[in-house]
């Protein structure tokens, strides 16, 4: 069964960072898409950021400029750094794989709560 982990969130004030991080099988990692989604309170989740396979970066404008998202092969992880946040950015995270190489099924993190007050 493949699982994927989110750790790293919290409840933070604006202005701060923070680093989410998501485990997952190392062969997921190279072989899928991975990518980060938020659900901010009463909205549809939404993808905004995701690397590719050939390690090419897509990204919402929203999040361009405040959000990196990087992996380290080493340790099977994706990493979401979020720098000076706003309480906008409240939210569900959630870690995902898909468009992975050789199967039709995408795999969900369980997502880990973002709280950002003034």
């Known amino acids: 069964q493949v699982r994927l982990e989110e750790s790293g969130g919290g409840s933070v004030q604006a202005g701060e960072s923070l680093k989410l991080a998501c485990t997952m099988p190392g062969y997921i990692l190279r072989y899928c898409r991975t990518a980060w989604y938020r659900q901010a309170p009463g909205m549809e989740r939404e993808l905004i950021l995701s690397i590719n396979s050939d390690d090419s970066q897509q990204y919402v404008q929203s999040v361009k400029g405040r959000f990196t998202i990087s992996q380290d092969k080493t340790r099977d992880t994706l990493f979401l750094q979020i720098d000076s946040l706003e309480i906008e950015d409240t939210g569900i995270y959630t870690c995902?794989?898909?468009?992975?190489?050789?199967?039709?099924?995408?795999?969900w993190g369980g997502g880990t709560q973002v709280t950002v007050s003034s």
């Open positions: 995902a794989a898909e468009r992975c190489w050789g199967t039709a099924t995408d795999y």
